[in-house]
């Protein structure tokens, strides 16, 4: 029966390569994840966070028993989701014609069991599911916050979020910060000594929180309290960590062409070093458990290490990507398409534009869902 009703969800997603991100002006933009991975996408660049085998968060003992599952969040409440990037569920609001509004849903993450969405305009948009069609709204209200010293976590946006070592962080504008030590649930703000830049990403690697901002990245070894700045470029930068490496990419446009930034850490974000130019400008790369993933003109690039890639030449290859530890699932515009080995890529259905997507697993122990409705497409 608990396979049964997540078969009725089937939008659920995995981890991620593209070349697109969320938009690097304005009230904000998007983040990253763990537990699952994470790929941000928009007009700015893109940011992945986790995947393979790291992707599946979990509960400990074992592997968790469950479906893996994609899912995806946007503007005006959208939420999509899928386990088979076939049959998606999709849900939203109505339009306001401001992106920038309240039930904006700039980025999600999966970890323990839950898939958080984070965003907001002046807010905090929090919502949490456990099967991606099921969502709790708006746990983290204008009011939650009383008596925080600026930047209040309530009423500033939220631009990423991410899971690690029992704890979730969220980041956003102004460089305000909060966290959540009860799965998603309820949230406190985070007040280090020194206030961040806005953050547009999280991520989280083998005991530290990396923060993408506006200034570069945010390292933070201590679940939040403090931070090292890295002044690795003067944009906007998504994050994405796998096999023990760090990598934030930006993309800006400086109004005639896009410029581009790429670094990585190898000692767990503590020092930091360009990329290989291969991946400069290339789609966001994607960790699958035992090797990097990024796609480029013609193909995709593929390296065990970060470092030393490896060009396949495959036409067509989808312009975002992300893995579920089982299925490779893309888009060519609006359009899916899903692979089992990166080169034969069939057809899926349209869907929706969104800014970000995640990869988790629907547990069975959190099946049926009960006592919280299914979202509604009202789009």
């Given at each position: 029966m608990k396979r049964t009703a997540l078969g009725a969800l089937v939008v659920l997603v995995g981890w991620?390569?593209?070349?697109?991100?969320?938009?690097?002006?304005?009230?904000?933009?998007?983040g990253g994840g763990t537990g699952g991975a994470t790929t941000t996408v928009g007009s700015g660049g893109s940011s992945t966070t986790g995947a393979g085998g790291e992707a599946a968060g979990g509960n400990g003992g074992g592997a968790p028993q469950g479906v893996p599952a994609?899912?995806?969040?946007?503007?005006?409440g959208l939420r999509l989701a899928t386990s088979d990037g076939v049959s998606w569920n999709t849900c939203?609001?109505?339009?306001?014609?401001?992106?920038?509004?309240?039930?904006?849903?700039?980025?999600?993450?999966?970890?323990?069991?839950?898939?958080?969405?984070?965003?907001?305009?002046a807010n905090s948009m929090v919502m949490r599911s456990v099967d991606g069609i099921h969502w709790e709204e708006d746990l983290h209200p204008t009011n939650a916050c009383p008596g925080e010293p600026y930047p209040a976590s309530c009423t500033n946006w939220s631009g990423g979020v991410a899971y690690g070592d029992g704890v979730w962080i969220a980041g956003g504008g102004n460089g305000a910060l909060m966290k959540s030590v009860d799965d998603g649930l309820t949230w406190v703000g985070i007040d280090p000594p020194?206030?961040?830049p806005a953050v547009r990403d999280v991520t989280f690697g083998n005991g530290v929180f990396v923060a993408g901002t506006d200034l570069g990245v945010a390292v933070s070894t201590d679940q939040g309290s403090t931070w090292t700045l890295h002044n690795l470029w003067p944009h906007s930068m998504n994050v994405t960590y796998g096999g023990g490496v760090f990598i934030a990419k930006g993309r800006w446009w400086n109004g005639?062409?896009?410029?581009?930034?790429?670094?990585?850490?190898?000692?767990?974000?503590?020092?930091?070093?360009?990329?290989?130019?291969?991946?400069?400008?290339?789609?966001?790369?994607?960790?699958?458990?035992?090797?990097?993933?990024?796609g480029v003109s013609d193909g995709y690039v593929s390296s065990p290490d970060a470092v030393a890639w490896t060009f396949h030449d495959v036409p067509?290859?989808?312009?975002?990507?992300i893995y579920t530890g089982e299925l490779w699932i893309g888009r060519r515009g609006a359009g899916t398409v899903t692979?089992?080995?990166?080169?034969?890529?069939?057809?899926?259905?349209?869907v929706p534009g969104f800014r970000a997507w995640t990869t988790g697993i629907v547990l069975d122990s959190n099946l049926p869902v009960e006592n919280i409705p299914a979202c509604q497409d009202n789009g």
């Amino acid at each position: 029966m608990k396979r049964t009703a997540l078969g009725a969800l089937v939008v659920l997603v995995g981890w991620g390569c593209s070349d697109a991100s969320e938009e690097t002006t304005g009230p904000g933009s998007g983040g990253g994840g763990t537990g699952g991975a994470t790929t941000t996408v928009g007009s700015g660049g893109s940011s992945t966070t986790g995947a393979g085998g790291e992707a599946a968060g979990g509960n400990g003992g074992g592997a968790p028993q469950g479906v893996p599952a994609v899912v995806a969040v946007g503007n005006w409440g959208l939420r999509l989701a899928t386990s088979d990037g076939v049959s998606w569920n999709t849900c939203r609001n109505p339009s306001t014609g401001n992106d920038h509004s309240p039930d904006l849903l700039r980025n999600v993450a999966y970890g323990n069991g839950v898939f958080i969405a984070v965003g907001g305009d002046a807010n905090s948009m929090v919502m949490r599911s456990v099967d991606g069609i099921h969502w709790e709204e708006d746990l983290h209200p204008t009011n939650a916050c009383p008596g925080e010293p600026y930047p209040a976590s309530c009423t500033n946006w939220s631009g990423g979020v991410a899971y690690g070592d029992g704890v979730w962080i969220a980041g956003g504008g102004n460089g305000a910060l909060m966290k959540s030590v009860d799965d998603g649930l309820t949230w406190v703000g985070i007040d280090p000594p020194q206030t961040l830049p806005a953050v547009r990403d999280v991520t989280f690697g083998n005991g530290v929180f990396v923060a993408g901002t506006d200034l570069g990245v945010a390292v933070s070894t201590d679940q939040g309290s403090t931070w090292t700045l890295h002044n690795l470029w003067p944009h906007s930068m998504n994050v994405t960590y796998g096999g023990g490496v760090f990598i934030a990419k930006g993309r800006w446009w400086n109004g005639s062409a896009l410029e581009y930034h790429c670094e990585l850490s190898q000692d767990l974000g503590s020092s930091w070093s360009p990329c290989d130019t291969v991946i400069v400008d290339s789609g966001e790369p994607v960790w699958d458990g035992s090797q990097w993933i990024a796609g480029v003109s013609d193909g995709y690039v593929s390296s065990p290490d970060a470092v030393a890639w490896t060009f396949h030449d495959v036409p067509n290859f989808p312009s975002q990507c992300i893995y579920t530890g089982e299925l490779w699932i893309g888009r060519r515009g609006a359009g899916t398409v899903t692979s089992t080995d990166l080169v034969n890529w069939q057809p899926g259905p349209d869907v929706p534009g969104f800014r970000a997507w995640t990869t988790g697993i629907v547990l069975d122990s959190n099946l049926p869902v009960e006592n919280i409705p299914a979202c509604q497409d009202n789009g």
